[in-house]
């Protein structure tokens, strides 16, 4: 990621609105002064991203790393060759045997239909970083993208949105088969309710020029009988697959031998994670930031799977529960070594058994992730494992050429359209408004306020129990003054319905429900309007300046 060159950016053209993340009310301290002030975050993260000194330490720490490089390459090869996954992927996957290459991660859960747009801005971001480690340090490096997949939050995965035909936000979601909401999501196959999705997805789908292979796609990845996990991994790896990016199913079984270690660790030293994931939270607490985990230190950072994702609990000694079933430590470690497929990391656990799989030099975090991963720069430590450096994930929005036209045309702050009103739209009216009009509003609002506070002063004098009269006169002619201007500015609405609705199809695209487009708006939404052009165009402009949102056209 480019470093950040301070508030200013380069001037917006017809086509990209550069807009400084510190504007955006939503996102969290931490996540500003990462960029804008990283040191003093410093002491929590592995070094700075935007600083190329960092990056050559980082790609110094994992060389100095011993991993079991081909074991992790042959089980990469077997999920892409069942997958049929493009040859660019696979060479990617096969680079890993190479001692000097290292990887730039990122991940998500397996989201219906490849889940919200900033899922595909992460892997690009990934990608990108991945091209610059090569350019700028002639380190070999790929992209991996990490399944999540042994999260059992079905709800969290289960829908995917988008805009109709009238830009009005629609959520469309798949039933609850057998094993939702109670297994990881990789043990979940998709019903019938998947195919009765795509159908309404085809109805609320704008027709357009991409959309028949669009929906031919999704329906070979998603089709009832079908792995969640594993339809959005060949979803995902039939897009990105072909620019090197390495998709990785976090449930494989087979990669679970080479956390065994790792895991038997988490046995060994019970409620160290905890503990030390609680106490850098405590610290950021002190320094204003907030603490994205709270762990109990009786919880492992593991669950067992077995008929559903039990949490493991310490209770101190050689005493752990799971579920309802109590275990010494003699037992659960030999399960642990024996059986290591029956073990899944927890959030505080997930991203050491990432690095010690992977050779990572950077990982790429969306807000909510770079708040944990600052949790845990001590629990890397405890076990010996490097901490790559924290990337935030490029972010931004897409707008038609009518919307930015918009926004340009009236210089309207994206954040303003954020709230589900008009005030935005009020206040434009009102800048508007004939100067006739707004100045003899202007000039009614002084004089009331001076004739009036002249007469409250006069009338004191006289009885002093007038001026509360007379203050509420003021008050009564102040706010008859400011509902004669709202009826003026819906007068102007009704007169310019164009400039209302060209404000509403805005508001639409940019936040949907009131929420980030980003967030809310699946990758297939856009995949569907523009086509290859969406990959293209993104991977031109991402990831772009650090603490930049793009506002941009396709």
Not at 273 to 295: D, I, K, V
Not at 473 to 490: E, G, S, V
Request: aromatic share 6%; proline share 6%; charged share 20%.
């Amino acid at each position: 990621m480019l470093p950040h060159s301070g508030v200013t950016t380069s001037p917006p053209t017809t086509s990209t609105i550069p807009v400084d993340i510190r504007r955006f009310p939503w996102l969290r301290r931490l996540v500003t002064d990462y960029v804008f002030d990283y040191p003093r975050l410093s002491e929590f993260y592995a070094g700075n991203p935007h600083d190329p000194a960092a990056w050559r330490e980082s790609i110094a720490r994992v060389h100095g790393s011993p991993r079991a490089r081909d074991r992790v390459a042959d089980v990469l090869l077997a999920q892409q060759k069942a997958r049929g996954a493009a040859p660019e992927a696979v060479a990617a996957s096969a680079q890993l045997r190479d001692a000097q290459t290292v990887a730039v991660v990122t991940g998500q859960q397996a989201g219906l239909f490849g889940g919200p747009l900033f899922t595909l801005l992460k892997a690009l971001t990934a990608i990108r970083l991945a091209e610059q480690t090569r350019e700028q340090h002639g380190t070999p490096a790929v992209a991996i993208f990490w399944i999540d997949a042994e999260d059992h939050d079905w709800d969290e995965v289960k829908s995917c949105g988008l805009l109709d035909a009238d830009t009005a936000f629609r959520s469309v979601a798949i039933g609850d088969p057998p094993g939702a909401q109670e297994v990881a999501i990789a043990r979940v196959h998709l019903d019938d309710s998947v195919t009765r999705a795509l159908s309404e997805i085809e109805e609320l789908l704008p027709s357009t020029e991409f959309t028949s292979d669009l929906l031919s796609s999704l329906r070979r990845a998603y089709h009832p009988g079908a792995g969640m996990a594993d339809a959005f991994a060949r979803w995902i790896e039939s897009l990105l697959g072909p620019r090197g990016l390495v998709v990785y199913n976090s449930a494989d079984p087979a990669s679970k031998p080479l956390l065994a270690n790792l895991f038997a660790r988490e046995i060994e030293q019970a409620g160290t994670t905890s503990r030390l994931a609680s106490e850098a939270g405590s610290a950021l607490q002190a320094r204003g930031y907030h603490a994205q985990a709270t762990p109990s230190e009786s919880s492992l950072a593991l669950f067992h799977l077995n008929a559903g994702r039990d949490a493991i609990r310490f209770e101190g000694g050689d005493c752990f529960v799971i579920g309802t079933q109590t275990v010494g430590r003699t037992e659960l470690l030999a399960q642990v070594r024996a059986r290591p497929e029956l073990f899944s990391p927890s959030v505080l656990m997930r991203p050491l058994a990432q690095d010690t799989l992977f050779p990572t030099v950077c990982y790429v975090s969306g807000p909510s992730e770079l708040a944990y991963l600052g949790q845990l720069k001590a629990v890397y430590a405890a076990f010996d494992v490097p901490m790559p450096l924290i990337a935030q994930r490029a972010t931004a929005t897409i707008l038609d050429g009518n919307s930015m036209r918009f926004l340009l045309r009236h210089d309207v702050p994206l954040e303003r359209l954020r709230a589900q009103d008009e005030a935005a739209l009020n206040d434009l009216f009102g800048a508007r408004l004939p100067p006739a009009v707004d100045g003899s509003l202007e000039r009614a609002a002084r004089a009331v306020e001076s004739e009036l506070q002249t007469l409250i002063g006069a009338v004191s004098s006289l009885d002093p129990t007038l001026e509360g009269a007379a203050r509420s006169t003021l008050t009564r002619m102040q706010d008859d003054l400011k509902k004669l201007q709202a009826k003026i500015i819906q007068a102007a609405k009704r007169k310019d319905d164009t400039l209302r609705r060209q404000f509403h199809h805005a508001q639409g695209q940019a936040f949907p429900a009131g929420q980030p487009q980003e967030r809310q708006i699946g990758t297939l939404y856009f995949l569907n309007k523009y086509g290859p052009a969406l990959i293209e165009r993104l991977s031109e402009a991402l990831p772009g300046e650090a603490g930049i949102h793009q506002v941009l056209t396709i």
